[in-house]
């Protein structure tokens, strides 16, 4: 154990040494993320990376290892673990040496000044996905005060992460309340509770509303674009619905946009892979989606923001996920026939636009205090690295 007072430079050799342990496949599957380290991948609903078929194959992950993603580790894609399980082959794995405090270790091996070190040793023609040098890592050195000190620094950044946990709990809430079955339904907590292991999407609805089936109010369109797209290259988010890709513009989706499929106001959007998933929305503005997606007109029987909100409540949602086929849970395919099967209830007009405009109302506040606590979330994260890296400041070792 260091005893002495002060800061020491380091090898990272000296600190850790490359294990792969195989042929534990019952082990728990984990995964790596830039923002957490070393995490359950069940504990995450946006991995969608499948796990290999021989899960005997992947490394055996122990408290206190350090696992690196090599083809991320230049973007902060590590951590030490905290937890037992396995992880792919294609991570690297590191036992401890030393008896240094593991927290402390994965603050400091995380922090700007050793990312900026891992991009300089990564190495590839794809500049998303440059992989890490493992031999040139036994080269950096890592600055490390006594134990007591480690400790002490390590529990200030604890609180700071146990602050970012409590506003991620806060965020999932949030999300969760984006759409109200209750309110969606005009029913009771009562009822609300009970249509949760419903296997209809009409059970427990008011008597005096009218029920319907997909297809006789919802008409596929099939308009394509023309030369010019009509509008922004649209996609579907399981929280917000149908909204602009911000992830690439038009020129980049296809050179050829003819093929895609025109959107206007008030047309349902649907992404019949993902519809157990929110995959689906009324549009508000006119653009174009991929092919891949479906567009139907509206009923005038139905007020649009009241289908927006019903098909993507957790009622639909859960049913979505009973009509789809597929291998993969994630990936639940529904087909035209089975959606223009689907049962919808039609309470009268004036209704429908009470709860559309209402839950429009609640999804903008709950919109509100979602970017207050984002925005909130980036400045600890922001605060936390700030300041493992002004303390190697203070010790004159980084940049």
Same mark, same amino acid.
């Given at each position: 154990m260091r005893s002495a007072v002060g800061w020491q430079s380091v090898p990272f050799w000296s600190l850790y040494r490359r294990d792969k342990k195989v042929g534990f496949p019952a082990e728990e599957l984990l995964s790596v993320y830039r923002d957490y380290g070393v995490i359950r991948k069940s504990d995450r609903n946006d991995n969608w990376n499948r796990a290999g078929e021989d899960l005997a194959a992947y490394q055996l992950v122990e408290p206190g290892d350090l696992v690196l993603n090599k083809m991320k580790t230049w973007q902060g894609s590590l951590g030490v673990s905290s937890l037992r399980g396995i992880v792919s082959p294609a991570y690297f794995v590191y036992k401890p040496q030393t008896d240094d405090e593991p927290r402390f270790l994965h603050y400091t091996l995380r922090s700007m000044h050793h990312v900026g070190f891992y991009a300089s040793i990564s190495k590839g023609i794809r500049p998303n996905q440059w992989d890490l040098q493992p031999e040139m890592l036994d080269t950096m050195r890592v600055f490390l005060p006594d134990i007591d000190t480690q400790r002490e620094i390590a529990d200030s950044l604890d609180k700071v992460d146990s602050m970012i946990a409590t506003l991620e709990e806060l965020a999932e809430a949030l999300r969760q309340r984006t759409t109200d079955t209750a309110a969606v339904f005009g029913l009771s907590d009562d009822h609300s509770r009970h249509v949760e292991d419903a296997h209809s999407p009409l059970d427990g609805i008011p008597e005096h509303w009218g029920r319907t089936k997909f297809g006789y109010d919802f008409f596929e369109s099939t308009e394509r674009n023309g030369d010019d797209p009509p509008g922004p290259l649209l996609s579907i988010s399981e929280y917000r619905g149908v909204e602009v890709n911000t992830r690439t513009d038009g020129q980049q989706a296809s050179s050829d946009v003819s093929h895609y499929r025109v959107v206007r106001p008030d047309q349902l959007a649907a992404n019949m892979m993902w519809l157990n998933h $929110?995959?689906?929305?009324? &549009?508000?503005? =006119? $653009?174009?989606?991929?092919?891949d997606y479906k567009a139907f007109d509206i009923s005038p029987r139905f007020y649009p923001r009241y289908v927006h909100h019903l098909f993507r409540s957790p009622r639909y949602v859960d049913y979505f996920g009973t009509i789809g086929t597929g291998v993969r849970p994630n990936a639940q395919r529904v087909t035209k026939t089975a959606l223009d099967m689907t049962p919808v209830p039609m309470p009268p007009f004036d209704e429908q636009r009470r709860i559309g405009d209402h839950l429009d109302d609640v999804a903008a506040n709950i919109g509100r205090m979602q970017e207050k606590v984002s925005a909130l979330r980036k400045l600890l994260?922001?605060?936390?690295? &700030?300041?493992? =890296?002004s303390i190697l400041a203070a010790q004159g070792v980084a940049a």
């Open positions: $929110g995959g689906l929305g009324v &549009a508000s503005m =006119t $653009g174009y989606i991929s092919p994260i922001e605060r936390r690295g &700030a300041l493992i =890296t």
